[in-house]
């Protein structure tokens, strides 16, 4: 088994391979204070709620965001079963020609659902991922990164909302909006929230297909695919395990 580890700034995912096969995926919050101590007893739980010991995993590869936890959790992996345990950064090949003024700054995560979507999708392929930041980026015909947008995520507009203003609440988006004219602060905070995320990412769609031409591909990413997406009236591939799968590709083609 590969392990897939995901470190952002939110949650850290874990997903399990055997071969092309995804067998588990599990989501935990991330905590910059946890030791590698913690973190391994975390792994081994995740393994063992999933019925594989520790001795199944063959090796790992990590993309992580948030860089104290990237040496933590290589030696939380190592301490569960001291395998092979690759990073995503420079040095690493991807098969990708990254196209941007800093290529070296081009974040993990960035680059690993680039090479998910360049391995599964026809290209050019526009990458829409919802975590704690909104990000969106290319990949052309000739298979190179050519850069993207950036914007606040949905959760930080949501928590902006409750902490910059006196009278509008802290609301959980897991009930679906209703109409699209609220009828109450926390119908209407919905309804601005998702669907005006779900309208911007129509918008620059649009926007991104206009300067590539036809034929693109768009494909949707993250945590909050699921909440936005749905409502989304432009064709959008939801697939959330999009990052695991690009860190699968970096693990064989880096073996």
């Given at each position: ?15 399990g391979?055997e ?10 919050s ?8 913690e973190?391994?007893v ?8 999933h ?6 995993i ?17 030696h ?9 345990t690759l ?12 196209r941007?003024d ?6 993990a ?39 993207g947008?950036?914007m606040?995520?949905?959760?930080i ?8 203003t006196?009278q ?13 004219i ?8 919905k ?5 005006g ?7 620059m769609?649009?926007?991104?297909r ?8 768009v494909v ?7 909440v936005?997406?749905p ?8 697939d ?7 860190l699968?590709?970096?693990y064989?083609?880096?073996?």
């Amino acid at each position: 088994m590969i392990l897939a580890i995901d470190i952002g700034n939110t949650n850290i995912v874990v997903g399990g391979y055997e071969g092309a096969e995804l067998r588990f995926c599990a989501r935990v919050s991330t905590d910059a204070a946890r030791t590698e101590f913690e973190y391994a007893v975390v792994l081994k739980e995740i393994l063992g709620l999933h019925g594989f010991p520790p001795d199944s995993i063959e090796g790992a590869i990590i993309s992580s965001v948030v860089p104290p936890l990237s040496p933590v959790m290589r030696h939380a992996v190592r301490l569960v079963q001291p395998v092979k345990t690759l990073m995503v950064g420079p040095g690493i090949k991807t098969g990708l020609n990254i196209r941007i003024d800093n290529p070296g700054g081009l974040g993990a995560d960035l680059l690993s659902t680039a090479i998910g979507a360049m391995e599964k999708y026809p290209l050019p392929v526009v990458i829409i991922d919802l975590g704690t930041a909104t990000k969106i980026t290319v990949v052309d015909e000739q298979r190179s990164f050519l850069g993207g947008a950036i914007m606040p995520g949905v959760m930080i507009g949501l928590k902006a909302l409750a902490d910059c203003t006196a009278q509008l609440p802290q609301i959980n988006l897991d009930d679906e909006v209703k109409h699209p004219i609220g009828s109450n602060t926390i119908d209407c905070m919905k309804s601005g929230v998702i669907l005006g995320a779900a309208s911007m990412i129509e918008g620059m769609v649009r926007r991104y297909r206009a300067a590539l031409g036809s034929g693109v591909t768009v494909v949707a990413c993250g945590g909050l695919a699921g909440v936005v997406i749905p409502y989304c009236e432009c064709e959008i591939i939801r697939d959330d395990h999009l990052l695991l799968d690009g860190l699968l590709a970096l693990y064989n083609r880096n073996s």
